[in-house]
């Protein structure tokens, strides 16, 4: 019968008509797929709330003012009367801003030194003509079974000189075999003709790579950058760990100092500076809701980007899955 | 002869497959060999070298003041110490405990998540839910610890609530048996969300005909998730668990290192953070090292180990 139909329409049309069918015909829905269709809306919905309560509960907190907070006997999940008192109090502590700066500029400049070697890197091991591309892809996953460990490492900044500077956020930050080994991944599914085509028109391996292959990648680029660019911007352990200048430290490092003082003292050289690193912020700042207020500012780059650059996040992670 | 003749020629003989003699190679490609040669220079000294280091210090006394190369070597001393030492076993039982309630508590509910938030009718909700369920996996263990202390501490959240339904307050951040549990469980929040993406586009992949064929023949909801959904996962569930499997050694040790304190060193003390104390705060170089580069040893054997199992089992492994 459809087919009698369906012998004079155009493709739209039929197209068209099909979808109605498909609709008419869909297998209806029996009480037991009700039942479970209402139980995974509710669990579903109390766990995207439950992941989301905490933080309506943080940056309620940190909109809170100290009195309100006594009065309701520290309950508040949306303050009544909202105040900028703990931003006003933490923009006015010298440590935040240069913090902040910190962490810009290592997110930055982290990227930059991660394309630097990741995308040429790749882009050369997916070339299967090379001589000796086994031995050496081999070189660089053998990096990521085993690594130095702590105290290597720690030595080895030591005595490249980097203590302290703040080029240590940098300089390793340079190797990534796992965003490498995506690039190549992605290169070699490109269509080989276009690359091949270029030879043609005597391109040299390097005009190759920068005019052909790279705009290719963008996307790819992008969602790695993203990935590096989180890691960096939430990156402290390197930091407590190689830099004792406050003005150097990244404003998560801060963070953790003022939730967990004791653990602030890293003096890598025993000599007992304590002093210096307790500053304004960590003596004033015990206030709960200042400590949200800076919570609620180092998750702010993070939730402003987050909407608008989810799909390469999650392309990102697909790749990593399906791919990688 | 010309370098082109020369491949082409080369070309021929190897029956179309383009293979080129090393030297001809280094002629044509020169510019790339010399960025490959950047990049592994770079990556010799900041892996390779870090790992001989470690392998040195292993094997050395290395004192406060001393250079690693002027240090003596003292063979297995260092290796001997460790085992003679209480605190290498309790570390060793801490961070299996760790590991293997992680492994318990985070591996099963990325899945239910998955599938539920799959089945759901209404395309947008699903939508709508999977972004918001993601959020918590991009802030650092710094900001999870700061949510975790604003819920959790003495006057937070939770204990506010406890003590107006009358009850004694509890002090879950410094008691040692609600320590995993804590650490656990805010692991499970920041991942679940995160965690499904890769069981959904296993599910994205399975052929709708099957769920179709199966309502036809009257299976319920839950019978089609037993029958259709869960097999169709299996190489991906089996796949991540085995490699979750071979990082039982690698707790988080961020998140340790924010969550642990004084009080609870007793359940929170993992190799990592004992090799962070002991070897670098307390100056015990050598030992530290050896110690992680025995559990460096160890994590390799287990990771390719299960990289074989996983290639056996699921078809699929990490390279």
Redesign the interface.
Known sequence: MTGDKLAGLDAKAKKELLRRNHRKNRIRMTTEDRIYQIVIYLLVTIITLLCLIPLIYVIGMSFTSLMELNEKNNFVLIPMHPTLESYKYILKQANLYTGFLVSVFRTVFGVMAMLVFVVPGGYILAKHELPGRRGILLFFVITMLIQGGTIPSYMLIKSLKLLDSIWVYVVPAFGSVYNMLIIKIFVEGMPQDIIESADLDGATELQKMFYIAIPLLVPTICALSLFTGVAQWNAWFDSLLYVKTVSKQPVQLLIHQLFNRTVASTNMDGAGNMQSMISDLYRAGTDITIKMACVVIAMLPIMCVYPFLQKYFIFGMYTGSVKG | MSVKAETARKVKRSGGK?????RS?LKR?W??YL??FV??A??C???????L??IE?AFKNVK?GFS?ADSPYIGFKNYSKIFQSRDIYSTVINTLRLSVSRLIWTFWPPIV?AI??F???SRA?KRV?Q??????H??????V???V???F?S???LN??IS?LGFDKVNFLTSPPKFVPLLVGSQI?KG???GT??YF?ALTNVNPELY?AC??DGA???RRTLVVTLPEMLPVVSFSLIMSLANILNND??QV??YY??SVYSVGDII?TW??RE???N?Q?SV??AV??L???VS?IL??GANFVSRRVSGRG??
């Not at chain 2, 000294?45 to 790992?51: A, M």
């Not at chain 2, 972004?131 to 918590?136: E, G, R």
């Open positions: 383009r293979v080129l003699t090393f190679a490609y510019v790339l960025i490959l990049i592994m770079y990556y000294l900041f892996h390779y070298y870090t790992i280091l470690g210090m406060l690693i998540l539920m938030l089945d759901l009718s909700y839910c972004t918001l369920v993601y959020i918590p991009f802030f650092s263990w710094v900001v610890y700061g949510i202390y604003a819920v501490s006057d937070g959240f506010v609530l107006a929040w679940v969300g995160w993406i890769l586009a179709e309502k036809i319920g909801p839950l040790f961020e290192l924010l304190n004084p990592d090799v962070y070897g670098l705060l100056y170089y530290g090292s992680s580069l559990k460096a040893i390799m990771v390719i990490m390279w």
